[in-house]
């Protein structure tokens, strides 16, 4: 019973801001690695950002400089600050986690319902 919901999504001008969260509740014994995707309409979905539980970060090529992900551990929640923001960037937005539910159960994926991300020019 591991969920994962979003929010910060929305619509913004060209050059403004969103700060996407997604907080994982239920049966947790450990998060380990923490992501981002977004999928457009005909375009096939892709990592945007990702940490690990020690802090390890990457980005795809294009929101460097502009997008930081972030997690608060005790909070069991991953952020993606979005500065900068471009037509480009619409999509749905997914958080996905790497979560192990007990100390005996392996680490399996879990992703979050999406929340719309709308770039206006």
């Known amino acids: 019973q591991v969920q994962l919901v979003e929010s910060g999504g929305g619509l913004v001008q060209a050059g403004g801001s969103l700060r996407l969260s997604c907080a994982a509740s239920?049966?947790?014994?450990?998060?380990?690695?923490m992501a981002w995707y977004r999928q457009a309409p005909g375009k096939q979905r892709e990592l945007v950002a990702g940490i690990t539980s020690g802090g390890w970060k990457n980005y795809v090529d294009s929101v460097k400089g502009r997008f930081t992900i972030s997690r608060d551990n005790a909070k069991n929640t991953v952020f993606l600050q979005m500065d900068s923001l471009k037509p480009e960037d619409t999509a749905v937005y997914y958080c996905?986690?790497?979560?192990?539910?007990?100390?005996?159960?392996?680490?399996?994926?879990?992703w979050g319902q999406g929340t719309q991300v709308t770039v206006s020019s």
């Open positions: 239920g049966s947790i014994f450990r998060i380990n690695a």
């Open positions: 996905n986690a790497e979560i192990q539910p007990t100390l005996w159960t392996r680490g399996l994926d879990y």
